[in-house]
């Protein structure tokens, strides 16, 4: 099992649809969660960290299910701006605090 | 700076001859990762720095791959006898705290010809 799985994509959803994306992490010891936008050909940038309590900015929501191994990311009345790659990180415990990407869940939002 | 500097933004090199990738990370940053992402793919963990520890190199490829970070701040990442395979963009990122996010560099895009 990878250490962190996403689905590929690509979501194609038309301007304002609700869209959710999940991506599952095998350590259960692992503490730290994020995601990450990624536009083609440019360098990742923080969307949000992802709290136990679970938390939201704007139009985004963020999950994260210890039970199960996974977090969400939820996107309501989706913009064609919205349109990029998705990247889950996790750290991989055991004293270091090196951060695993996930390979990204591509959005593309229709007009 | 206001942000991570990464330089030369692209570079051409001839494979088997030697290159050199400089970051420069956002002032204060104590974490310092290396990754690279090959076209159309994930991001793969290299190297990581923090504070005055060990390196953490587990993710070096081959011995040609090695990092140093000078004074806490600016990286090198050199890559020695470029192979076709080491064709990448190469980026790198900083945080001020290890459970932080961090942020990127606009990458450096290498390709060995």
């Known amino acids: 099992r990878k250490e962190v799985e996403q689905d590929p994509g690509p979501f194609n959803v038309p301007e304002g649809a609700t869209v959710a994306f999940n991506c599952t992490y095998s350590n259960s010891a692992s503490q730290s969660f994020f995601w990450y936008r990624q536009d083609c050909r440019k360098e990742p940038k923080l969307l949000m960290s992802?709290?136990?309590s679970g938390n939201e900015d704007g139009r985004f929501t963020a999950q994260l299910n210890r039970a199960s191994q996974y977090i969400s990311l939820l996107i309501r009345d989706s913009k064609l701006s919205d349109s990029a790659t998705y990247l889950c990180v996790v750290n991989r415990p055991s004293g270091t605090y090196k951060y695993i990407f996930g390979t990204g869940t591509r959005l593309k939002v229709l007009a | 700076g206001a942000g991570v500097s990464q330089s030369p933004s692209n570079k051409v090199t001839e494979k088997g001859k030697d290159v050199e990738l400089r970051c420069d990370p956002i002032?204060?940053?104590?974490?310092l990762y290396w990754y690279r992402q090959s076209l159309g793919q994930g991001l793969e963990f290299l190297i990581y720095?923090?504070?005055?520890?060990?390196?953490?190199k587990s993710g070096l490829p081959s011995d040609r791959f090695s990092a140093e970070r000078t004074g806490g701040s600016v990286s090198t990442l050199t890559i020695q006898r470029t192979q076709q395979e080491d064709s990448a963009v190469y980026l790198c990122?900083?945080?001020?705290?290890?459970?932080?996010?961090?942020?990127f560099g606009s990458g450096t895009r290498l390709t060995v010809v």
């Open positions: 992802v709290y136990s």
């Open positions: 720095f923090q504070g005055n520890s060990a390196p953490d």
């Open positions: 990122a900083s945080s001020l705290a290890l459970r932080g996010g961090y942020t």
């Open positions: 002032s204060g940053h104590t974490a």
